[in-house]
């Protein structure tokens, strides 16, 4: 049976709305992310807002000031005298600046202090936010014209991947498609290697019901493969023919029908609220 994924959008006065309609690809584990989706949509979970990527969503001055107020959130619930977060938010930040910051993320986010049952609501959600602006800043870097949204839920539930799973990333990616959401704390072997990141690569290892809504153009993914295959091995001993390093992205669907991604740019420019999510 065909299935169909919508998602809905509105402006900050719910005064106007759009949606995008994907046709979801065949196959057993589409089913199941579409399983695992209704499970959220039943449980009335809470979908996050702002993840936004690319130049025509990135204020650099509104994403620097919020970004700088999330880290002092974080910082009001640390012991006297010792901060959380030791960086700071400037303006014109560098790449190597927003990856020293996501190390202090990655360092901070499995700590007790910040997973534990009575660690301050607050102070967590305040540390999420402050990854999502780093990577929402990174898109003042990003080529024009290309960007992507992330649908994802509040608190999802984490589900195990089986072995036959591994084989459907790929590194090639396609105008207009939807994708896995990555959805693991860290930093994918594929981007690692791209941004030549510093601290371990970490291999996707669950999934949640998070989707990605990819507007950055095609590729296939083949033109660095073996330098990436080298850098892995030599820095990491990461194999590239691993199934479970889990390179790239696993692709769910299409955009149903024609679309051009310069008008849904201004669509999303404008309606800026995930509203909601529906399967048809």
Same mark, same amino acid.
């Not at 669509?267 to 529906?278: C, G, K, T, V």
């Given at each position: 049976?065909?299935?169909?994924?919508?998602?809905?959008?509105?402006?900050?006065?719910?005064?106007?709305?759009?949606?995008?309609?994907?046709?979801?690809?065949?196959?057993? #584990?589409?089913?199941?992310?579409?399983?695992?989706?209704?499970?959220?949509?039943?449980?009335?979970?809470?979908?996050?807002?702002?993840?936004?990527?690319?130049?025509?969503?990135?204020?650099?001055?509104?994403?620097?000031?919020?970004?700088?107020?999330?880290?002092?959130?974080?910082?009001?619930?640390?012991?006297?005298?010792?901060?959380?977060?030791?960086?700071?938010?400037?303006?014109?930040?560098?790449?190597?600046?927003?990856?020293?910051?996501?190390?202090?993320?990655? #360092?901070?986010?499995?700590?007790?202090?910040?997973?534990?049952?009575?660690?301050?609501?607050?102070?967590?959600?305040?540390?999420?936010?402050?990854?999502?602006?780093?990577?929402?800043?990174?898109?003042?870097?990003?080529?024009?014209?290309?960007?992507?949204?992330?649908?994802?839920?509040?608190?999802?539930?984490?589900?195990? #991947?089986?072995?036959?799973?591994?084989?459907?990333?790929?590194?090639?990616?396609?105008?207009?498609?939807?994708?896995?959401?990555?959805?693991?704390?860290?930093?994918?072997?594929?981007?690692?290697?791209?941004?030549?990141?510093?601290?371990?690569?970490?291999?996707?290892?669950?999934?949640?019901?998070?989707?990605? !809504?990819?507007?950055?153009?095609?590729?296939?993914?083949?033109?660095?493969?073996?330098?990436?295959?080298?850098?892995?091995?030599?820095?990491?001993?990461?194999?590239?023919?691993?199934?479970?390093?889990?390179?790239?992205?696993?692709? !769910?669907?299409?955009?149903?029908?024609?679309?051009?991604?310069?008008?849904?740019?201004?669509? !999303?420019?404008?309606?800026?609220?995930?509203?909601?999510?529906?399967?048809?």
């Amino acid at each position: 049976m065909a299935y169909q994924v919508r998602y809905n959008f509105r402006d900050l006065d719910s005064t106007s709305k759009f949606s995008l309609t994907y046709d979801v690809f065949e196959g057993d #584990f589409r089913e199941r992310w579409l399983q695992v989706l209704q499970y959220e949509l039943n449980r009335n979970q809470k979908i996050r807002q702002d993840h936004f990527y690319g130049q025509r969503f990135t204020n650099e001055k509104n994403i620097r000031e919020e970004m700088q107020r999330n880290i002092d959130i974080v910082n009001s619930f640390a012991p006297k005298g010792e901060p959380w977060i030791k960086g700071s938010t400037y303006p014109d930040m560098t790449h190597e600046d927003l990856m020293k910051l996501h190390e202090e993320f990655e #360092f901070l986010s499995p700590r007790p202090e910040f997973t534990s049952r009575s660690a301050p609501h607050e102070m967590v959600e305040a540390l999420i936010y402050v990854n999502v602006l780093i990577h929402r800043y990174e898109g003042i870097y990003a080529e024009p014209g290309k960007f992507h949204v992330d649908a994802l839920f509040m608190d999802p539930t984490n589900w195990a #991947f089986e072995e036959s799973d591994y084989q459907l990333f790929t590194l090639e990616q396609k105008q207009g498609w939807l994708y896995l959401d990555y959805g693991v704390t860290g930093v994918p072997p594929a981007v690692a290697f791209w941004q030549k990141v510093e601290q371990r690569p970490v291999p996707q290892y669950n999934y949640k019901a998070g989707a990605k !809504l990819f507007f950055w153009g095609d590729s296939s993914g083949d033109s660095q493969k073996d330098q990436m295959a080298t850098w892995l091995k030599e820095k990491w001993d990461m194999d590239i023919f691993d199934p479970k390093l889990a390179l790239g992205y696993i692709p !769910l669907g299409k955009i149903h029908g024609d679309f051009d991604s310069r008008e849904i740019a201004d669509q !999303l420019e404008r309606h800026n609220q995930i509203e909601s999510i529906e399967i048809l």
